[in-house]
């Protein structure tokens, strides 16, 4: 079953280390995390929870579990976090530029 790219995992056999997984029970979600390890004899596995840091034992036939696309981070490259990384190394940091306008000025006029 393909739910939105979001693939519903039978068995402990489907999964492999590394991939991230959500755990359902009754339509609430449980946990979220990626696979450190699997035991396909016992339909048992483990993950490392994303909300936690913990390393939590599941088991495929107690849970809805859900193997969901990883969510690859963006960074946007901004001008000031050159500048940042540079002093961070020691390097000597250069002030970003900023554009030098003249005031607007309005005159107004009773004419």
Do not use: Q, Y
């Amino acid at each position: 079953m393909d739910t939105g790219g979001n693939t519903i995992v039978r068995t402990c056999s489907e999964l492999s280390a590394g991939e991230e997984i959500e755990a359902w029970h009754k339509g609430r979600l449980f946990h979220r995390g990626h696979v450190a390890e699997t035991i396909p004899s016992t339909d048992l596995f483990w993950i490392v929870d994303s909300r936690t840091g913990a390393r939590k034992l599941l088991d495929v036939e107690a849970l809805e579990i859900v193997r969901v696309e990883k969510r690859v981070a963006v960074e946007v490259a901004r001008p000031d976090a050159v500048h940042v990384d540079r002093a961070v190394r020691g390097e000597r940091a250069i002030a970003p530029r900023v554009s030098r306008r003249e005031p607007h000025v309005v005159w107004f006029s009773s004419a």
